[in-house]
């Protein structure tokens, strides 16, 4: 069974600084990585998706890697701003079929300050 | 760009009562996902659609039903409301063609008092 963990659980970082959320899993025969972006109480933003054939995506100020063999994806996040104060999650679909379910991670909950 | 819609957005039922959720998936999207997600815990799936057609299911409990319909938007049926059904469920879509990225709708919460 597919396990996924973030680390951190939580991060306050200073607006400007350049950070990275970990998201491990244990089954590295994944199709693909999608990271979320979730502010409180909303829905799940697409922020990247990186496929297994990938080492990274780039998209704005945010760069994701994927180490299949490790079972490791990072986020890397520059110049942060206090708009990036949310919960990121990362998911990977459980098989290679179309309709796949996602298994989540325990999301990170990152706040910016000023 | 057009996105998935939910439908009611808030929903507070009594125990034991039914409630009907909808989805509406991006125009061209065939796949749609049912996710629940309680307070201070991430999603968890609960079923999904390819084509009309149930393609995998999670841990649905048996008062749940859903269905793809023709026009590809997607119902969830849940009776017997309890309280620990009360949630945010969010539906996904995708198009089976595209890398299978699944993009959610702003989510249905739903109160079970």
């Known amino acids: 069974k597919q396990e996924v963990t973030q680390i951190p659980a939580a991060l306050s970082v200073p607006e400007g600084e350049n950070l990275v959320l970990n998201c491990s899993f244990t089954?590295?025969?994944?199709?693909?990585l999608q990271w979320f972006r979730q502010d409180p109480g909303k829905g799940l933003t697409s922020l990247l998706l990186?496929?297994?054939?990938?080492r990274e995506q780039t998209s704005g100020r945010l760069n994701a890697s994927l180490d299949k063999s490790s079972g490791r994806s990072t986020l890397y996040i520059a110049a942060s701003q206090p708009g990036d104060s949310a919960t990121y999650l990362c998911?990977?679909?459980?098989?290679?079929?179309?309709?796949?379910?996602?298994?989540f991670g325990t999301g990170t909950r990152l706040q910016v300050t000023l | 760009a057009a996105g998935v819609i939910q439908s009611p957005r808030h929903l507070i039922k009594e125990k034991r009562e039914t409630a009907t959720l909808k989805c509406y998936p991006i125009?061209?999207?065939?796949?749609v996902y049912w996710y629940q997600q309680g307070p201070g815990q991430d999603p968890q799936f609960l079923i999904s659609?390819?084509?009309?057609?149930?393609?995998d299911k999670g841990s649905i409990p048996d008062r749940f039903s859903a269905q793809q319909f023709s026009d590809y938007h997607s119902e969830l049926n849940m009776s017997s409301l309890e309280l620990g059904d009360s949630a945010l469920y969010f539906c996904?879509?995708?198009?089976?063609?595209?890398?299978?990225?699944?993009?959610f709708g702003p989510g249905t919460r739903l109160t079970v008092l």
């Open positions: 998911a990977v679909p459980n098989h290679r079929s179309t309709a796949s379910k996602l298994t």
């Open positions: 659609f390819y084509e009309k057609m149930q393609s």
């Open positions: 996904a879509s995708s198009f089976s063609g595209r890398a299978d990225t699944q993009y």
């Open positions: 089954d590295s025969a994944i199709y693909n």
């Open positions: 990186i496929q297994s054939s990938q």
């Open positions: 125009p061209r999207h065939d796949t």
